[in-house]
């Protein structure tokens, strides 16, 4: 009679009461690929044109943070992934408000100036929200409030 060895489990699957690593390079890379966002819109064009973080580098950096961020539910990183998404959706919403008075009050040039204001606010506040998020991330902090 044969001798078999014993079944071993698939190494995929984690066992109860294992941790799995954290996408601490995950979040690290959507802070860099937001900077770089941030900066190309500037860099580009010498001011920033509507959302400064809805490029093809935005879009692939908030895919990541939506694919990561449920590894990471629990932990000081949740607070990070949660920060990178929210910076997203609230740049894109100021960018579709400055590109609503840019249409709507443009015929009379007033709106111009005011919308290049809303771009050039949004742009520096995703700088600002990037700047802070990467530096709390770099001390292994969670971000208040998240």
């Known amino acids: 009679m044969a001798d078999y060895p014993a079944p071993v489990p ?3 699957s984690t066992p109860p009461g294992a941790s799995r690593p954290l996408p601490i390079n995950a979040a690290l890379l959507v802070y860099a690929l937001f900077a770089i966002a941030a900066l190309i819109g500037v860099a580009s064009h010498g001011f ?3 959302a400064p973080l809805l490029g ?3 879009i692939v ?3 990541i943070a939506y694919v990561k961020r449920d590894e990471a539910a629990g932990s000081w990183l949740a607070s990070h992934f949660r920060w990178q998404v929210r910076t997203f959706w609230w740049s894109l919403l100021w960018a579709m408000i400055g ?3 840019f249409v709507t009050l443009g015929l009379i040039l007033i709106g ?4 290049f204001a809303i771009w050039a606010a949004d742009t520096i506040w995703v700088i600002y929200r990037v ?3 990467y530096l709390l991330f770099h001390e292994s902090q ?3 409030g998240m």
Request: charged share 5%.
């Open 10 to 12: 698939p190494a995929a």
């Open 48 to 50: 920033p044109l509507f």
């Open 56 to 58: 093809v580098v935005g």
């Open 61 to 63: 950096a908030i895919i």
């Open 99 to 101: 590109a609503l008075v």
């Open 112 to 115: 111009i100036p005011i919308a």
């Open 131 to 133: 700047v802070r998020g």
């Open 142 to 144: 969670p971000v208040p």
